[in-house]
T-cell receptor, first 110, second 116 residues
Framework: LAKTTQPISMDSYEGQEVNITCSHNNIATNDYITWYQQFPSQGPRFIIQGYKTKVTNEVASLFIPADRKSSTLSLPRVSLSDTAVYYCLVAPRGFQKLVFGTGTRLLVSP | ETGVTQTPRHLVMGMTNKKSLKCEQHLGHNAMYWYKQSAKKPLELMFVYNFKEQTENNSVPSRFSPECPNSSHLFLHLHTLQPEDSALYLC???????????????FGPGTRLTVL
């Protein structure tokens, strides 16, 4: 599996847009990029998945450049409840042995 | 509410006890997983079951014994655990071999296990 690198932590304020970038230089042709969110003492929750260009859903947007060596999770107008750990995963579609790294701990303050 | 339930939510046990963790999914999925999350460490995949058959054992010590009687239920039987086994144990399920969001696993709330 491609190794991923993301910031250990980020701070933001309510109402701001937050962008978390993940590097995955060794991404394979058949790999997809998936982001999960985890609140304390809960299981992770799927946020968004993409292969290339831009994907948007009701929660977030995912920007993937043409070379696919990085991706950016964008959270519009964060609130206190967005304080969580965000994980970037790279794996082929259907791959079950997901590898969660240390993630990015996002702290949203008033 | 993810459709995956786990019981108990909290468990304290001694090293000589035997206990079991239970997971149930109400999503019609065909794959189930056990993960371990220790304090300040990444999630570690322990076991994978597809259609009730174990397909992955990630070098887990034999004091952890999984059981999957059907596609909706998954158990983790615990015996003679060590204090370092204290962690959050998470169950997940997914629908494999479909066309969309194949990497989406649905997680339960976890069981917080403390081994004394």
């Amino acid at each position: 599996l491609a190794k991923t690198t993301q910031p250990i932590s980020m701070d933001s304020y309510e109402g701001q847009e937050v962008n978390i970038t993940c590097s995955h230089n060794n991404i394979a042709t058949n790999d997809y990029i998936t982001w999960y969110q985890q609140f304390p003492s809960q299981g992770p929750r799927f946020i968004i998945q993409g292969y290339k260009t831009k994907v948007t859903n009701e929660v977030a947007s995912l920007f993937i450049p043409a070379d696919r060596k990085s991706s950016t999770l964008s959270l519009p107008r964060v609130s206190l409840s967005d304080t969580a750990v965000y994980y970037c995963l790279v794996a082929p579609r259907g791959f079950q042995k997901l590898v969660f790294g240390t993630g990015t701990r996002l702290l949203v303050s008033p | 509410e993810t459709g995956v339930t786990q019981t108990p939510r909290h468990l304290v046990m001694g090293m000589t006890n035997k206990k079991s963790l239970k997971c149930e999914q109400h999503l019609g999925h065909n794959a189930m997983y056990w993960y371990k999350q220790s304090a300040k460490k990444p999630l570690e995949l322990m076991f994978v079951y597809n259609f009730k058959e174990q397909t992955e054992n990630n070098s887990v010590p034999s004091r952890f014994s999984p059981e999957c009687p059907n596609s909706s239920h998954l158990f983790l039987h615990l015996h003679t655990l060590q204090p370092e086994d204290s962690a959050l144990y998470l169950c997940a399920s997914s629908l494999i071999w479909t066309s969309e969001r194949d990497n989406e696993q649905f997680f339960g709330p976890g069981t917080r296990l403390t081994v004394l």
